[in-house]
């Protein structure tokens, strides 16, 4: 607006409309003046709306924020490194600290990639014990999501509840394995151990309670007019540019791309006796990624209860030997885990441990996508759009 | 404390899985056969494990093109991971042996994976095609006086942080990539720790634990295995 067209000095007369122009000079002057080269924000590594140590710096200018890069590393723990003086069996007990919120979907697909390299398969019931655990580290892990969601943008509610129910999964697993967060379950050609009684039933209780916690947090949450404004039209992620960053997971059904794991690679898993459907959204905004997990989570219920439903009777144990060791060659084996794609590139030599285990996890493509999507954001929203990418620090670092 | 476990009285619904892999793998197979004619020259090998995966490798010179080719001309559009192997077998051995003991003699000769190899690095990309979720192992030779290669920023802009990653473990130099700042370890660290020749300190100072895991078990018979190998293994 040129102060000539100005409303305010039209209305003025002459003399004062010279003197709103000085003034109005001076103030432009003075902003030139004042102009920095813009404010560097450091957020984290340990700060509360930072989900773990990363840490991000920020350069602004006012709310805008310029240039950001998170800073990862400081969980960092080489687990690529690690694998390659452990035996197999040992690996299993590193890798459930990757993504620690759904431990045993880590385990999952390593141990499919070392089956596969051996050419051994689990028995049906051990197939069907796996999905169900896999499915329940999903429901674990997400419905924190879901609860900590509200607390990025004040909402305080949500996250007792999801702490809440969360409970009865954790138990669920530990009833089950042993172990509440990393139960180092799962064996090469199947799992340790069978359910314990009246698992079964027990579980399906705890699924309709979380079912009931998907429809509160809907309500609570997605229906909520602040959610929605500090969400809908914010750090939208076009389809094309989720590919080339290798999204996964919920964050690229929710740019439209209708790809899922579990329905979409023959896997020796129990995903293809079920029915579920997959969700997408062709918004791929904030809200687009949160509202896709809030479905993800009720599907998950439902698919544990169709295999609680149809779980074979049986062995959970292939016949191994003793000693593993695993026949040369080279696999890679992914499933859609509760954060998105992870997979293991697994490379043997034929000896009692893995020669070289790349870890793909999901986090760390997930959260690459950052420099460019915080491009352009207003400072709030930073913590949005990375609660809404939804990351495990040490997915990252690995 | 555990409840007390059932023993499998539950209704089978499934049948066993078949277990019959199959032989021939025709959209595999058509796949390579389409990437052969694309990239002529550029194509060092290839390998197709039916109902499994594809590998390929390219030359060096052609990494970055032949990359941009799967993504414009097959549709290899989704960026899964990059990463690098070290083909080098470790002269430290795995870190189970005893310290006190001599220690053993170790094969070091290098021996390249699935489609071959000339160089002790190889890089490794993944690509999916997000249609028809057909993936491909792409593999490529790192010089060994170099160990330099392009870049694929440009190609896939997620490959940068990949890219970065490589380099401060393998010590892979990138051409054309914009910021090989280190990620994970601090930017005055010397060596590249996954590289096979960077010893684990936490393993070369003390013996494994896990060297009991080897040991003959007590009472056990080791009879029904007789690999002449080091471990013994009760059934």
Redesign the interface.
Known sequence: MTILNDPVSAKLGSRQQLSYIASQAADARLNVELETEGMTLNIGPQHPATHGTLRIIARLDGEQVVWAEPS??YM?R?Y???T????FP?VTSLINRIDWLGSFANEVPFILAAE?LMNV?A???A??IRTILFELSRIANVSLFLGDLGVQMGAITPVFLAFRDREYVLNLIE?AT?GRFHPNFDRIGGLK????????DETKVVMKKLRNFCDEIETLLFGNEIFQSRTRGIGVIPR??A????LSGANLRASG?D?DLRR???I?L?YD?VDFKVWTHPDGDSFARCWIRLQETREATKIVDQLL???????VMAKV???IKVPE????V?TENPLG?M?Y?V?S?G???PF?V?I?SAS??NI??TP?LLRGVYVPDIITILASLYFILGDI?R | MHPPRLKGEVNPLSSPAETTAPIVDAPRDAMVAAIRTTLGAAVVDTLVKPGDDIWLRVTTESWCASIQALKDTHSFDYFCFLSAIDWMPSPYGRGEDDPSEPAPVRDTVIRPGYTGGDTRMQMLVRLVNSVTHLGINIKADVPNDSFTIDSICTVFAGANWHEREAHEMFGIGFTGHPDLRNMYLPSDFEGYPMRKDFPLLARMVKPWPGIVDVEPLPGGAAEDEKDGSSEEGAS
């Open positions: 990862c590393g960092h080489g690529e490194k690690l390659e003086v452990r035996t040992q596969k398969e028995p049906p019931r197939q069907w009833s042993g151990d069978d359910l314990p009684a009246g698992w079964i094309d540019v590919l080339q960053y290798g791309v790809w979409d690679q023959t020796p129990a006796k439903d149809g779980i074979p009777s049986g062995p030997p003793k000693i060659g080279e696999a890679w992914s794609e997979g590139y490379v030599r000896d009692l441990g070289r790349k793909r760390f493509n690459s996508i460019w670092d």
